[in-house]
T-cell receptor, first 116, second 112 residues
Framework: DVKVTQSSRYLVKRTGEKVFLECVQDMDHENMFWYRQDPGLGLRLIYFSYDVKMKEKGDIPEGYSVSREKKERFSLILESASTNQTSMYLC???????????????FGDGTRLSIL | GQQLNQSPQSMFIQEGEDVSMNCTSSSIFNTWLWYKQDPGEGPVLLIALYKAGELTSNGRLTAQFGITRKDSFLNISASIPSDVGIYFCAGQLSNTGNQFYFGTGTSLTVIP
């Protein structure tokens, strides 16, 4: 089974702090994703990466950056945390799209981040 | 980003009842996925659909890829308490590589 591990289940930080959320997957997946989940809004894509050192903006990248130095690890960075970034953050990974099929994403258990 | 409209937003049902939920989009999707999220955990894939008209089952769950490719349906038969959770649909356009767009979720409560 695919294992996607997020370093923290709960995190509390202060406004203005630089925050790092870490995600590790053990299935040698090329693709990794960061989402935030808010009530009534579903999952919204922040950034994704399809290879080491590669990154692509998702739908809501503002206020965030990412780092992918190793294939198994994808970090989400809040450069200067603000209260509107209080949310549940979900990391996911997948194989790249194949010719015949699209590859589903496998999720971690999430990090519930509170910015005070 | 793409808008996926998922309905209903929430459901409260008696144990043993059947459940139906759907997801619609203004765009044509090439893949539809259905996920379930248990409280305090990440979403887990239930069913993947790859062809228009496809009907796929996973135990008591059945999902269909709409003929128009703009919608998908999920049915749960004979619900049980462990079906409680949030159900998400996700769709992939043909030209967005590996990105999926997610619906807003249907929260299901099963009353024993």
């Amino acid at each position: 089974d695919v294992k996607v591990t997020q370093s923290s289940r709960y995190l509390v930080k202060r406004t203005g702090e630089k925050v790092f959320l870490e995600c590790v997957q053990d299935m040698d997946h090329e693709n990794m994703f960061w989402y935030r989940q808010d009530p009534g809004l579903g999952l919204r894509l922040i950034y994704f990466s399809y290879d080491v050192k590669m990154k692509e903006k998702g739908d809501i990248p503002e206020g965030y950056s990412v780092s992918r130095e190793k294939k198994e690890r994808f970090s989400l960075i809040l450069e200067s945390a603000s209260t509107n970034q209080t949310s549940m953050y979900l990391c996911a990974s997948s194989l790249p799209r194949s010719i015949d099929n699209y590859q589903p994403q496998h999720f971690g258990d999430g990090t519930r981040l509170s910015i005070l | 980003g793409q808008q996926l409209n998922q309905s209903p937003q929430s459901m409260f049902i008696q144990e043993g009842e059947d459940v139906s939920m759907n997801c619609t989009s203004s765009s044509i999707f090439n893949t539809w996925l259905w996920y379930k999220q248990d409280p305090g955990e990440g979403p887990v894939l239930l069913i993947a659909l790859y062809k228009a008209g496809e009907l796929t089952s996973n135990g008591r769950l059945t999902a269909q890829f709409g003929i128009t490719r703009k919608d998908s349906f999920l049915n749960i038969s004979a619900s049980i308490p462990s079906d409680v959770g949030i159900y998400f649909c996700a769709g992939q356009l043909s030209n967005t590589g590996n990105q999926f767009y997610f619906g807003t979720g249907t929260s299901l409560t099963v009353i024993p």
